[in-house]
Structure formats: C-alpha cells, structure tokens
C-alpha cells in the first residue's frame, strides 16, 4: 500500500529483488491524485471499501504479505490493514519515516488536528501557506478573513471550499531556495503543515525558519499497534523471513 517516496523505492527493490520464481506484487494507490508516479509493479487504484472489502481483496488475489507505506497522515488506512491482516491471520508490516524534530531557529507551534490549526490562526489578516494537501481544506473556511496559499499535485476540480485563496500546481522534492521565495512573494506570514516527515516537502519548513515564519504542525495520528521498520532494507529483510 504505497503513496509515498518510501513506497516508490520499496517498488523498485521489490521488482529488482523479489518478484519472479512464482512470486507476485502489487502496488496499491488511494486514488487521491489524477496522475500518480508510475511504479514498475501492477498498479491497483482506489480504496478496498473498509476492513470487510480489503479482507475480501487478500482473500481473492492470494495474498500472503502487506506492507504500509502509506502516508502518515493516512491512519484509517492504515488501521484499517492492521484490522484486516488480522482477520486473515496474513502478517503485515509497516514502513513509515520518522517525524520532523524542531531544530535552533524554528518556530513551531504543536496542534493535535485540523480543527486545532484553525484555531491557532488569525481570524482575519493572515496569508497562510497551507500546506496540507486538498482533502482537509473545508475546516479554515470559517476563517475567510485570512489568504490562503495552496500547493496542489492536481488542478483543482471545482469550487474550492475556502474564498481567498491563491492555488499553485506542482509535484515535489521542493528546494528550500524555491520554496523561500514563494513565501517571501505571496507575502506569507503563517505556515500550516502536517508532519509527514521525509526530504521531499521539508523544503517549506526551512524556508520558514530562514524567514523567521512561525509554523502550525499538526502531529500524527495515533495507529493500531504494528510492526514496523525503518527502511526499505529492513522491509525486504522482514519479508524474507516471513516467507519461509
């Protein structure tokens, strides 16, 4: 279960390492974006329908190993495969990388949740770089006083659900250079982000503390108890192990 640059290398050590003499693997997107990364396994689009559809899918493609490397943020997914791993008795693992760590400069101000976020900006006069993906954006339009920039992987489809906002299309790994600039262009004053951890979207948070920009981080959600690993290496080393 994939999504993520961790997944992307998972995929290629699984293809360059594993499949073949009988052995199969299929990498699994959400759907979330119009145009994901191409991988060099089979691809699967779209969510299982809960722990009962997923259940059903590992019964009916044989499948003898899961391995989550969703996002971290991707925690009904995730807790969802704990939950259906279980009642098949397959043996599941998770890969997910370790969360930011405030460093000298950084000014950063913890929150458990969306709803929290909102609640430590501004009720007018902000622009905020919301930095959080398009899935949770309704919950700041309480806040229409404030700018909103958002950097989006897809187009918009539609009417967005905050007023005053500026959109921009691009995919990451962002450069901190890049990303200071466009702060310092639209003029940002406040950066909300959720703590995904990982090199490709840190870009923003050095561009914050370069320009003294104080940042909400929204901290991960709680998971069902798992194992897991810390890198790709351990991964493939779990998987041979538990496929004697």
Not at 13 to 33: C, D, H, I, K, N
Not at 131 to 150: D, E, M, S, V
Not at 175 to 200: F, P, R, S
């Amino acid at each position: 279960m994939g999504g993520t640059t961790e997944a992307s290398q998972l995929a290629r050590a699984l293809a360059e390492g594993w499949v073949g003499a009988g052995r199969r693997a299929v990498f699994s997107y959400a759907g979330r974006t119009a145009r994901p990364a191409s991988q060099p396994l089979p691809l699967r689009l779209g969510g299982f329908g809960g722990v009962a559809g997923l259940v059903d899918y590992i019964r009916a493609e044989g499948i003898t190993h899961v391995i989550d490397v969703t996002h971290p943020f991707a925690a009904q997914m995730s807790n969802n495969a704990v939950a259906a791993c279980a009642n098949v008795g397959v043996p599941l693992v998770a890969l997910q990388r370790p969360a930011w760590v405030a460093g000298d400069g950084d000014n950063w101000h913890h929150v458990g949740d969306i709803a929290a976020a909102v609640d430590a900006l501004p009720h007018q006069g902000a622009r905020v770089f919301l930095a959080i993906g398009k899935q949770t954006l309704a919950p700041f339009a309480i806040k229409p006083a404030n700018h909103y920039l958002l950097r989006l992987i897809d187009p918009p489809e539609g009417q967005l659900p905050l007023p005053n906002t500026t959109v921009i299309v691009a995919r990451g790994p962002f450069e901190t250079a890049g990303d200071q600039a466009l702060l310092a262009a639209h003029g940002i004053t406040h950066v909300v982000a959720k703590n995904a951890g990982g090199t490709g979207a840190a870009a923003k948070l050095a561009a914050a503390r370069a320009l003294g920009l104080p940042v909400i981080m929204i901290d991960r959600p709680q998971f069902r108890e798992r194992p897991m690993c810390a890198s790709v290496a351990e991964v493939m080393t779990w998987l041979t192990a538990h496929s004697a």
